[in-house]
């Protein structure tokens, strides 16, 4: 799975996104974009999949209308979607691209639909914010 990591790295770095801490041990990478909104966005090879995944915000006790309108949201994301974490206090951007078949078409999708979705729904999605 190492070449794969490696293919990943490559990808970032043709796409000039800059690698800001990387665990060679656990096959991940943590990345910024910051003219793009993308800040410790964490790329992590999970044999057979990668996960993208970056903390958009903490939440508080959410309301029926912030779950209603975050999977409004999700609707009309490209790639990936709003999620929470474990404790339901988090917000997360969350996708997972297939290993075997990645292209550098897939990865740039991936981050791209992240940072259009902060772009969109950034100032609404604050509102929410704890």
Excluded: W
């Excluded at 929470?84 to 078409?105: P, V």
């Amino acid at each position: 799975m190492k070449e794969k990591f490696e293919l990943v790295k490559e990808y970032l770095q043709e796409m000039e996104i800059e690698i800001v801490d990387e665990d060679t041990e656990d096959e991940l990478v943590v990345v910024e974009d910051e003219e793009n909104g993308i800040k410790n966005l964490i790329i992590d090879c999970e044999a057979p999949i990668l996960v993208l995944e970056q903390v958009i915000m903490k939440v508080t006790q959410g309301s029926e209308k912030f779950f209603r309108r975050l999977l409004q949201m999700n609707r009309e994301l490209v790639h990936g979607a709003f999620a929470l974490d474990d404790t339901g206090e988090i917000l997360l951007f969350r996708d997972t691209l297939q290993l075997d078949n990645l292209d550098r078409n897939e990865l740039e999708g991936s981050i791209h639909s992240l940072s259009l979705a902060l772009s969109e729904y950034g100032a609404e999605l604050l509102e929410y914010s704890a």
